[in-house]
């Protein structure tokens, strides 16, 4: 049974980096099969994508945080990593871990974490 | 503001159909990709309700069905039952943006 589980720091001062991590069970993070996803959703907003993992660590992130945003991939511990650096307030949200249905950007969200909320504020 | 344009809200009484619209443009919906549907209760992550445009993953009832057209999507919900009452969100790949796109959401309240 597939289960992803975000974890990391509920709190971030401003300017600081914000560090997520996504456990993944039931599925091989270094398959062939999926890309992973790392979603996030202000509190009270819609759903924001941050970046996604494909294939031997490839990664695609959204244009508005490519400059802030690092992501990936340990396959011994079989997990995927998220930094976003130069927090703000903005950036205060719940952040989801998901897998794509299939090896590719296109394909839909099928299997979610059941998010974390992280806060920056000083 | 979202790349992909939701109403905010809709409503409907139990055992109404409602329908919900997911509004893109060339480079997302009307350049051919696919459209996925998202059902989010409160304090909830996300749930895949429909998927390749009209497409039920195994266990979502038939009373939900979806459908695409030109530049645009609709997701229908017939028989509305008191447990529908949550956010939908659309989603798709935008070709300018290299990734995905989300609606801003709709809230639906089953009166």
């Known amino acids: 049974q597939l289960q992803l589980q975000e974890s990391g720091p509920g709190l971030v001062k401003p300017s600081e980096t914000l560090s997520l991590t996504c456990n993944v069970s039931g599925d091989s993070i270094s398959s062939s099969s999926h890309c992973w996803a790392w979603i996030r959703q202000p509190p009270g907003k819609g759903l924001e994508w941050i970046g996604s993992l494909c294939y031997r660590g490839n990664s695609y992130s959204n244009p508005s945080l490519k400059s802030r945003v690092t992501m990936f991939v340990d396959a011994s511990k079989n997990l995927f990593s998220l930094r976003l650096t130069s927090g703000t307030a903005a950036d205060t949200a719940v952040f989801y871990c998901?897998?794509?249905?299939?090896?590719?950007?296109?394909?839909?969200?099928?299997?979610w974490g059941q998010g974390t909320l992280v806060t920056v504020s000083s | 503001q979202s790349v992909l344009t939701q109403p905010p809200s809709v409503s409907g009484a139990p055992g109404q159909r409602v329908t919900i619209s997911c509004t893109g443009s060339s480079s997302n919906i009307g350049a051919g990709y696919d459209v996925h549907w998202y059902q989010q209760l409160p304090g909830i992550a996300p749930k895949l309700l429909i998927y390749?445009?009209?497409h039920r993953p195994s266990g979502v009832p038939d009373r939900f069905s979806g459908s695409k057209s030109g530049t645009s999507a609709s997701l229908a919900i017939s028989g509305l039952q008191a447990e529908d009452d949550a956010d939908y969100y659309c989603?798709?790949?935008?070709?300018?943006?290299?990734?995905?796109?989300f609606g801003g959401g709709t809230k639906l309240t089953v009166l």
């Open positions: 989603h798709s790949y935008d070709s300018s943006l290299s990734g995905s796109v």
């Open positions: 998901a897998r794509h249905q299939a090896l590719s950007l296109t394909a839909p969200f099928d299997a």
């Open positions: 390749d445009n009209s």
